[in-house]
């Protein structure tokens, strides 16, 4: 699998569109090594959507062919009406 391919599944997984993946220290991603974890053995790290939103997500396979994922939201942007963007981060419980 390609780096856009995996851009076009993460981007289905969220239901947004991916427009740029980091790996989990935020670090630009150059193939799919540099999001794999050994366990559990799957790949994580952080992606941003088309509306500026930054998540951090994580895939990992369980019993077999059964893939998990799970993203949250670190930060959003949002464009105002003036046309600026603006941000805000999440609080982490």
Do not use: C, H
Not at 48 to 56: D, L, Q, W
């Amino acid at each position: 699998m390609s780096l856009d391919e995996f851009q076009r599944d993460l981007s289905k997984r969220i239901g947004k569109r991916v427009i740029e993946i980091f790996t989990r220290d935020g670090e630009p991603v150059q193939g799919l090594t540099d999001l794999y974890q050994p366990s559990p053995a799957g790949f994580a790290g952080q992606l941003i959507v088309v509306n500026g939103s930054r998540y951090s997500w994580e895939l990992w396979q369980e019993a077999g062919e059964m893939w998990n994922f799970q993203s949250t939201l670190i930060s959003s942007s949002m464009m105002s009406d003036s046309g600026l963007m603006t941000d805000s981060k999440s609080e982490t419980p």
